[in-house]
């Protein structure tokens, strides 16, 4: 019951990034920092991404991911087709990942 709960989590939570990334009328936009935020849209999806990949793919579903942590925010001008890939490739991990446990 936990593991089907987190998955539907997970998964209403990375579909949510993905509609979000997308609503961004200006694609370049997404790497802009606002005033007052520390990073761009564009970076902290690429840190989900990570840590996700990271924390659950590699450590319970043994994916080998390896993650370079630095670059999730040095990264720039990533095009949004390939940021919605990644988040589906993540949906897709997590969700084998838990179902081993």
């Not at 997970?10 to 370049?28: A, C, G, P, V």
């Amino acid at each position: 019951m936990l593991i089907e709960s987190l998955k539907i989590l997970f998964n209403r939570d990375l579909n949510k990034l993905k509609t979000e990334i997308q609503s961004y009328q200006n694609e370049s936009d997404i790497w802009e920092i606002q005033k007052g935020i520390a990073n761009s849209a564009g970076n902290l999806c690429l840190h989900l991404v990570g840590n996700l990949n990271t924390y659950i793919g590699a450590e319970f579903g043994k994916t080998g991911y390896i993650r370079n942590r630095a670059l999730e925010f040095s990264l720039k001008d990533i095009p949004r087709a390939e940021k919605k890939k990644k988040i589906e490739e993540t949906i897709v991990v997590v969700n084998n990942a838990l179902n081993i446990i």
